[in-house]
């Protein structure tokens, strides 16, 4: 069970749309996988969320934003980490200096 929410329901309710022709659009025979996967009960398939994506015009990361943030904090922690670790090495070398330089304009990136 998924414990972070998704934004699927959000979305599909800002249209006149309901679960029952979400499901005929994804040739679902009824609607209680929708219905879980709006509720955060099931994680989204690829396919929902493309379906998603397609039909409501909107990026597949808005729908799973709070998961988003999550990830990219995580991910900025090990950035900093394996920068730390480079920087580290008794040889500073032009493949560790490029390295670091990707990975700083990573952070600046996820942090704008």
């Keep these: 069970m998924s414990i972070i ?10 249209t006149p749309l309901q679960q029952e ?4 659009l994804l040739n679902k025979p009824d609607t209680s996988n929708i219905s879980r996967y709006e509720k955060g009960q099931r994680e989204p398939t690829n396919e929902i969320l493309l379906v998603y994506h397609h039909l409501f015009d909107t990026p597949i990361e808005s729908f799973l934003e709070p998961e988003s943030w999550i990830v990219k904090e995580r991910l900025l922690h090990r950035i900093k980490e394996l920068i730390n670790a480079l920087n580290k090495e008794e040889q500073i070398t032009l493949k560790n200096t490029s390295k670091i330089k990707f990975l700083e304009k990573v952070i600046i990136r996820l942090t704008n």
């Design 5 to 14: 929410p998704n934004y699927t329901r959000v979305y599909r309710k800002r």
């Design 21 to 24: 022709e979400v499901a005929f």
